[in-house]
């Protein structure tokens, strides 16, 4: 079952300009993971956000997770060409199961 | 530290032939996932192997099958291959389980079917 869901699909901003992208899911979970993706090569991991945080930042990435509205979001600021990439959350299926389970992803492109 | 390594990067195979694929974790972890990747299905969960023993397995069909090695090593194999195998396969490895740990993916298999 796919759990989380990326908005918007797709896209397109100016160098030097913030980017957000959302992810909403179903069920509670007990981590959610945003990763990057150049295209045809692998995913690469960017933050782990455990479910009793709100908040976590890393260099240029800001992740923020609302347990209460199901949903989070990943800011990049200052973007660069170079950030242009699929962007996916991930989360456990909520079933129990225990898998990490992916959402469709958002697909950026920072123009220089 | 050595990256997670998949080989081959691409396979092209006929209908009906079988295909394996390897995967060699990061030294340390004991954790590999394997994931499917089409452009309209997206990411799909195949299996994850923890100390040779699987813990989780995707809604595929029992074409789709795998295996871990004493060395935390993973090959996975399809069977019978149809064209709607084609895909990108993606192995990761993590120290604990893959829903609760960061993984760190290969570059992936490029399967073709024809």
Known sequence: SQQGEEDPQ???????????????????????????????????????????????????????????????????????????????CATDDGGGSEKLVFGKGTKLTVNP | KAGVTQTPRYLIKTRGQQVTLSCSPISGHRSVSWYQQTPGQGLQFLFEYFSETQRNKGNFPGRFSGRQFSNSRSEMNVSTLELGDSALYLCASSLGPGYNSPLHFGNGTRLTVT
């Open chain 1, 10 to 88: 797709a896209l397109s901003i100016q160098e030097g300009e913030n980017a957000t992208m959302n992810c909403s899911y179903k069920t509670s979970i007990n981590n959610l993971q945003w990763y990057r993706q150049n295209s045809g090569r692998g995913l690469v991991h960017l933050i782990l956000i455990r479910s009793n945080e709100r908040e976590k930042h890393s260099g240029r990435l800001r992740v923020t997770l609302d347990t209460s509205k199901k949903s989070s979001s990943l800011l990049i600021t200052a973007s660069r060409a170079a950030d242009t990439a699929s962007y996916f």
